[in-house]
């Protein structure tokens, strides 16, 4: 049945996300004494989850959602092949060349396909600035940089 159900296939994997993140949970206090404590919020999601997975479940059991009706074609396999590829370039590049250049490659490769190229440029330029501006410099967040500070 899971082979061809792909809902119960997500229900179930969803639940057990839940049920793992409950278990979790229940290592912090759940009441202290200025009020709800860390265990709290939580408990209480990942037990909205656990019951929204189970409706799924039953609703996944009604109508039958084949794994050939969502999974990607062709071209929506090689987009998520460029999006994987732009990330894997970001992470492993952001140390050596800095913030703003890794996240101009990647909004770069992500951009290339739907703006012509100077649009992209610009885009991905503009965007890595205003990035590196509010969170590097207005938040004092510590991004990595190059060796011209950027």
Known sequence: MLQKNAGLCGAIV???VGAVFAFQSLSYEYYGAMGPGPGLLPLWLSGILMVMSVL?????????????????DRSGLIRIC???????????????????VSSTLFLLIL????YKWYASVAISIA????LFWVFGK?????????????
């Open 14 to 16: 969803v639940f057990l």
């Open 56 to 72: 799924y479940m039953i609703e996944s059991l009604r109508q039958v959602v084949a794994w050939r009706d969502i999974l990607p």
């Open 82 to 100: 460029r999006i994987l590829a732009a990330f894997l370039l970001f992470v492993f590049t952001v140390e050596t060349i800095g913030f703003v």
């Open 111 to 114: 951009l290339a396909k739907e």
């Open 127 to 130: 965007i890595s600035l205003v």
């Open 138 to 150: 207005m938040l004092s967040i510590p991004l990595p940089v190059n060796e011209f500070g950027w």
